[in-house]
């Protein structure tokens, strides 16, 4: 790589730090392109040297998110593929629990995952679409045991079914006003919740 190459990817990195920064402190609101500018030395238009626009600015943010986020889950869900039901179960649970508790610890961070709308016109690159999507393993996996005779397609729908009846209580529950939930109340909800679709999935038809 050459100088001038690496000092831009260097300034790059130094912008999405600040971008980083803003938003788990101050959220999605909090990000202004000039207090940026200021932060990392350099003039507002250069910003657009280093980023397509304030959009892709947040997907990056959101990326490493996304990543810390996965890491999460895959250390909540250990290292052993479920083998029977009970055990597939336990494991949703797990890294539903783990993602609650992601969600409260990088409360802005995490909110930007879904609060950020693209300019209009414009679209989600490929590249975030898969990393949003690689995260759906955590749940496929599990659910390839509770519904060994389903289609790929039909599992990948529960999935996100699954997902949302999950990030539904989350966002709900972490809500900072009168129906805030205290954390380990809320984590009970969340256990009781997977466990009820777990069975019923399972359940004779």
């Known amino acids: 790589m050459t100088t001038t190459a690496?000092?831009?990817?260097?300034?790059?990195?130094q912008l999405i730090d600040a971008a980083e920064k803003a938003i788990a402190e101050r959220g999605l609101a909090g990000l202004?392109?000039?207090?940026?500018?200021?932060?990392?030395?350099?003039?507002?238009?250069?910003?657009?040297?280093?980023?397509?626009?304030?959009?892709?600015?947040v997907l990056r943010?959101?990326?490493?998110?996304?990543?810390?986020?996965?890491?999460?889950?895959?250390?909540?869900?250990?290292e052993d593929a479920p083998a029977c039901a009970d055990t597939a179960a336990d494991r949703?649970?797990?890294?539903?629990l783990a993602y609650c508790a992601f969600a409260r610890e990088?409360?802005?961070?995490?909110?930007i995952l879904f609060e950020h709308r693209m300019a209009e016109g414009a679209v989600v690159p490929d590249w975030a679409v898969s990393e949003?999507?690689?995260?759906?393993?955590h749940i496929l996996e599990p659910l390839s045991v509770l519904l060994p005779d389903r289609a790929e397609?039909?599992?990948?729908?529960?999935?996100?079914?699954?997902?949302?009846?999950?990030?539904?209580?989350?966002?709900?529950?972490?809500?900072?006003?009168?129906i805030a939930v205290p954390h380990?109340?809320?984590?009970?909800?969340?256990e009781g919740l997977v466990r009820l679709i777990c069975r019923g999935l399972t359940a004779p038809a």
């Open 153 to 178: 397609a039909e599992r990948m729908l529960m999935s996100r079914t699954l997902f949302s009846a999950v990030h539904g209580v989350v966002a709900i529950g972490l809500e900072q006003k009168l």
């Open 92 to 96: 949703l649970v797990a890294v539903a």
């Open 32 to 57: 202004k392109a000039r207090e940026l500018a200021q932060e990392i030395g350099c003039a507002l238009g250069a910003i657009y040297n280093l980023v397509a626009d304030m959009d892709e600015l």
């Open 106 to 111: 990088n409360l802005q961070l995490w909110r």
């Open 132 to 137: 949003q999507m690689t995260l759906f393993r």
């Open 184 to 190: 380990r109340d809320l984590d009970r909800q969340i």
């Open 61 to 78: 943010v959101g990326s490493r998110t996304l990543a810390r986020l996965d890491a999460a889950l895959s250390a909540a869900e250990g």
């Open 6 to 13: 690496a000092r831009r990817e260097r300034q790059r990195t």
